[in-house]
């Protein structure tokens, strides 16, 4: 089956410029994160949408990042004003409930490469 | 607010040996401790999960063990091999059930 999609695989801007980032989920997860990875470092939690919640924004950096996750399915994440240390890879998961309305396992994407010049 | 702790340090193992990576966190005892792998260029990918009640999980050349009261956990590789190369995560739930992520422990399986 598909697992989860992330496009594009690498998009490169300018500083300034606005980007879309999108991640299609598996079909039925309810929950869906993103992911920050700068080069050689650990996952920096975005955002997290949980079915029809109010997203927690809490990793969310600054005010030029936002998010939407349309119909409980497809997300995506904007930068805004993009700047250079907004350069990293893009990473999106989903997870299904388990039986208690628990996520557990999460299935990443291959993530998106931003690059900022 | 939890942290994970994970040995930021490389870990080079003869290839063949076994290889021991550490998790240690410093709040509560979550009810399930995951383990993931990433390679270079790509996605983390689950591997295995422990529940608070388990004392230790198997899965082929893999096996995890948790320690509520170290508040630790322990992957061990046996009879590792080259392949078996990346970066291991540890994550747990918040108390908000959100998943939490440990920096990772490189791993290198020197032939």
């Known amino acids: 089956g598909a697992g989860v999609s992330q496009s594009p695989s690498n998009k490169v801007t300018e500083k300034g410029k606005d980007v879309e980032l999108r991640c299609d989920p598996i079909s039925g997860h309810t929950a869906l994160y993103w992911y920050r990875q700068s080069l050689g470092q650990g996952l920096e939690f975005l955002i997290y949408?949980?079915?029809?919640?109010?997203?927690?924004k809490s990793g969310l950096p600054s005010d030029r990042f936002s998010a939407e996750r349309t119909g409980g399915s497809v997300s995506t994440l904007t930068i805004q004003r993009t700047q250079q240390e907004d350069s990293a890879v893009y990473l999106c998961?989903?997870?299904?409930?388990?039986?208690?309305?628990?996520?557990?396992?999460?299935?990443f994407g291959p993530g998106t490469r931003l690059l900022v010049l | 607010s939890q942290k994970i702790e994970q040995n930021s340090e490389a870990l080079n193992i003869q290839e063949g040996k076994t290889a021991t990576l550490t998790c240690n966190y410093t709040?509560?005892?979550?009810?399930?401790l995951q383990w993931y792998r990433q390679d270079p260029g790509r996605g983390p990918v689950f591997l295995l999960l422990i529940r608070e009640n388990e004392k230790e999980k198997r899965k082929e050349r893999l096996k995890v063990t948790f320690d509520t009261t170290l508040k630790q956990s322990l992957f061990h590789i046996t009879a590792s091999q080259p392949a078996d190369s990346a970066t291991y995560l540890c994550?747990?739930?918040?108390?908000?059930?959100?998943?939490?992520f440990g920096k990772g422990t490189r791993l290198h399986i020197l032939p």
């Open positions: 998961a989903s997870s299904p409930d388990n039986l208690a309305g628990q996520q557990e396992t999460q299935y």
């Open positions: 994550a747990l739930p918040n108390r908000d059930d959100k998943i939490i």
């Open positions: 949408f949980q079915g029809n919640s109010a997203p927690d």
């Open positions: 709040n509560y005892s979550p009810a399930y």
